[in-house]
């Protein structure tokens, strides 16, 4: 059951939010238009020929409701329902001259609001921080898609990033406490000394750390074995690969760095950590309890010879 606090938090921010994007009024952009309408406006325009059926699908919406939004678009001369095509879907319909000015023009006046409302009164950090958030929202309550992800070095700013997203997610997920955070800022300045062959990449998506690992010389003291760190996959993209992509990466690297083999240290309660592991051929050689982060833990020794 959701925090009373956390709901309250929710439906302040949907009433604020609301009212500063103007869907209080009665039309959109003060045209004679309805969120509801000017929403089908535009997904017909970006649809070309379609059917209700499918905007209303796109849109949730409810087919009673769709109905008598399509009646009064077509009387107002914005839609027009088109003959059968040789696919034979029902009742395909599509925008007319007059309705793809509408949809236009209601494209740039959405593009002017967002722009003078909520981005212009803004400087660049801020901007930055609306955006990423924005983005972060629409992650976390969509669908899973195929968005692209893109591995790269890391920016100004990611380390301590990283640093902060996997502290507060270990401490949520498994409950640990500050010692792990003091433990992977250490292993983060470890990896920025380290001589040898390293690596360390961000994986992207549509501008978002979606997650991370590093490659870097094993501090066990053999030259030959590299040592795989800190691979974490944000919760919000987590089932689309990313965590078996870096790990990939991660182990192509090390055999054209010339690394023999790959070692690394986890433990057993990461199972989703584990079982990228052992698909990718890491073989287990050693166990250890031991009490760290305020919890008791198996640690667990991982080596893949390359």
Not at 235 to 247: A, E, N, S, W, Y
Request: with cysteine; net charge negative.
């Amino acid at each position: 059951m959701a925090d009373p606090t956390d709901v309250a938090q929710v439906r302040a921010f949907n009433r604020f939010y609301t009212r500063v994007i103007g869907l209080l009024e009665e039309g959109m952009h003060k045209t004679l238009h309805t969120l509801s309408e000017a929403r089908v406006i535009y997904e017909l325009n970006k649809e070309g020929v379609t059917t209700a059926a499918q905007i209303a699908l796109a849109l949730d919406m409810d087919r009673g409701q769709m109905s008598r939004l399509m009646t009064k678009l077509v009387s107002q001369g914005l839609v027009a329902n088109l003959p059968r095509g040789a696919d034979g879907r029902s009742n395909p319909i599509g925008l007319t001259p007059e309705g793809k000015a509408v949809a236009a023009r209601l494209d740039a006046m959405s593009d002017a609001a967002a722009s003078q409302t909520l981005l212009d009164p803004l400087d660049a950090f801020q901007r930055r921080d609306l955006v990423g958030s924005m983005r972060r929202i629409s992650a976390i309550l969509g669908e899973p898609d195929t968005n692209t992800i893109v591995l790269r070095p890391p920016r100004i700013g990611d380390i301590g990033w990283l640093i902060h997203r996997q502290a507060v997610l270990y401490h949520l997920e498994q409950g640990w406490n500050v010692e792990f955070e003091t433990l992977i800022t250490r292993i983060y300045t470890e990896y920025d000394d380290a001589p040898g062959p390293k690596h360390l990449w961000v994986a992207e998506i549509d501008g978002e750390v979606a997650g991370s690992v590093f490659i870097l010389p094993s501090t066990e003291g053999d030259k030959g074995t590299a040592q795989l760190r800190m691979l974490y996959v944000e919760p919000m993209f987590r089932g689309q690969g990313i965590g078996r992509r870096l790990v990939a990466e991660a182990i192509t690297f090390s055999k054209e760095a010339g690394y023999d083999s790959v070692m690394l240290w986890t433990q057993d309660c990461l199972s989703s950590a584990r079982s990228i592991y052992q698909k990718a051929g890491f073989q287990l050689q050693k166990e250890e309890r031991h009490r760290s982060f305020g919890a008791d833990l198996n640690g667990q020794y991982w080596v893949l010879d390359l």
